[in-house]
């Protein structure tokens, strides 16, 4: 996947690692939104720099997660100076940064959708 791919989306990269708590709590209300945005002009990504391709692969069969999931992000990782895990970054049709939201907690689900709710209208 290319950022000249996804001009034009509407971006929400998902920073995580296997084995990060909060990264875990993310990955239904990330599947939620997904299934919820799978049709309009939205891109979904998960980024690893420190996982394998063959347990990311396994992670995504077992916890039947929908969205691309990408390894060997490391370039990725430091160029949008990622330091907590998970990050979420969220990307307008532009192409530039809208929000970051650092962590996971509690109503991150209602606050990704208000986001990327306002980003389609621009």
Known sequence: ????????K???LDFFFIGCA??????KPLNRLHEKYKNQNVAMVSLTERDSRKSVLGFQR???????MYV??????QSYHVASFPTFYFIGKNGKI???IEGYEEGFEEKATAIINDLLKK
Not at 22 to 27: E, G, I
Not at 62 to 68: A, C, G, Q
């Open 62 to 68: 077992n916890y039947r997660i929908k969205y691309p």
């Open 72 to 77: 060997d992000a490391k370039e990725v990782v």
């Open 1 to 8: 996947m290319s950022s000249a791919q996804m001009k034009g």
């Open 22 to 27: 909060p990264c875990m709590l993310s990955l």
């Open 98 to 100: 809208a929000q970051v």
């Open 10 to 12: 509407v971006m929400l």
